[in-house]
């Protein structure tokens, strides 16, 4: 049995701890999903204690009967997990961890999205926050989301953390609690949406120099609260208050690939000819957005993380008015749907290829072959093509046949 407390192990002792009662510390199972969470004590220098579930009420409880976690606390803080109560000393994290991690599908009851998903949902999420030790987050972050059988993508970096990821929600809501109960993210702004069961193929947990790939990391400066010097939040009611003051002196950039803008983007937008993010920097250093340096210029993108370091960027480069969209399309469109300034469908990173925000939403793409209007993007010339394309339904029959 798991005792309601901590007892400091002591090496010189015994590797089981200094009373049976605790959990031995080489338990296979235990140790290797303990093993990464310990990583997280390096980010304050500290040696990192698990304690049982009831000990981490703080963080919240469970939605769900069945549901149980586990903790891990370090002074200041406290981590969660999965399913059990774990009791172990920083040694060889990442090795232990590597070495003897056991995938979700060999866990039973724990079968791996998308088989046994009753209510599919996507959780969308960034935060910016100075992270001293990112591959000990990503070690973290795998761990969670492989003992809930959750899919996506997760980027880490010096500069915090960019996540989407899937799965039933029991398991997502452990995913968020776990998340949020490290103090950097605490305060992160999950965007749920609905579903399919089948959203992403793999789980993919990687460190990256960027959470979002401008190619200038070392440009970025960021604090606990942020970015600095990045351009001004505005919420959803708020971009149509500074619309109401200035009208149409006001101008939208759309921080998004072209791709994105030509099924969905907000009325009058500015859409860069460009095809990935790293293509921003050479276009705003050529003079192409000069145009705009002395107009309020409102940035925005799908759930927030790409305007928030191009606003930055822009402001560095004499920009002298940018606003960023607190929250991207997402959080407007769950404000205003269809019925604001934004028209078309929103394009997303999954199976689901796009989403809209109502049953009125409009149609302003065209598809490439006929020109005839769609929202559906699909992978271009076939399912296996690395290119992304707009293409109606009867053209992409064509292209599969």
């Known amino acids: 049995m798991l005792r309601s407390g901590v007892e400091k192990w002591n090496p010189d002792t015994s590797v089981r701890g200094p009373s049976a009662d605790v959990a031995p510390i080489w338990n296979p199972e235990l140790l290797a999903r303990g093993a990464a969470l310990m990583t997280l004590s390096k980010l304050q220098g500290e040696l990192a204690w698990l304690t049982p579930a009831d000990r981490v009420a703080e963080v919240g409880r469970s939605d769900d009967a069945g549901d149980s976690t586990l903790g891990a606390s370090v002074p200041g803080m406290t981590i969660l997990l999965g ?68 899919r996506g993508r997760i980027i880490v970096s010096p500069h915090g953390i960019n996540a989407t990821v899937g799965g039933d929600i029991r398991a997502v809501k452990r995913y968020v609690r776990a998340t949020r109960s490290y103090p950097a993210f605490k305060g992160a702004d999950i965007k749920w949406s609905d579903g399919t069961g089948a959203d992403f193929p793999r789980l993919s947990v990687k460190v990256r120099p960027e959470i979002v790939t401008f190619g200038v990391p070392d440009e970025l400066r960021i604090d606990d609260s942020g970015i600095i010097g990045g351009g001004t939040r505005l919420a959803p009611e708020q971009v149509h208050e500074l619309m109401d003051e200035r009208g149409d002196e006001v101008v939208f950039l759309d921080g998004r690939n072209k791709i994105e803008g030509e099924i969905g983007r907000f009325r009058n937008a500015v859409v860069p000819d460009i095809n990935t993010t790293r293509d921003f920097i050479p276009l705003i250093e050529s003079g192409a957005l000069d145009h705009l340096k002395e107009r309020p210029v409102v940035t925005y993108c799908t759930g927030g993380v790409r305007c928030e370091v191009l606003s930055a960027l822009m402001t560095a480069r004499g920009f002298r008015e940018v606003y960023q969209l607190d929250g991207g399309i997402v959080r407007y469109g769950e404000t205003y749907g269809d019925r604001g300034l934004w028209e078309g469908s929103l394009y997303v990173f999954d199976k689901r290829m796009k989403v809209d925000f109502s049953s009125d939403a409009a149609v302003i793409g065209k598809c490439i072959r006929c020109g005839s209007p769609t929202s559906d993007v699909v992978n271009y010339p076939d399912g296996d093509g690395r290119d992304l394309a707009v293409v109606c339904t009867d053209c992409r029959s064509g292209l599969e046949s």
């Open 83 to 150: 399913d059990a109560s774990v009791f172990s000393s920083e040694h060889d994290v990442r090795d232990a961890a590597a070495r003897q991690a056991r995938p979700a599908t060999t866990r039973r009851g724990r079968d791996p999205y998308p088989c046994t998903v009753a209510t599919p949902k996507i959780v969308l999420f960034y935060v910016f926050a100075p992270l001293p030790d990112p591959e000990a987050i990503r070690l973290w972050q795998q761990s969670v989301c492989e003992s809930a059988g959750l």
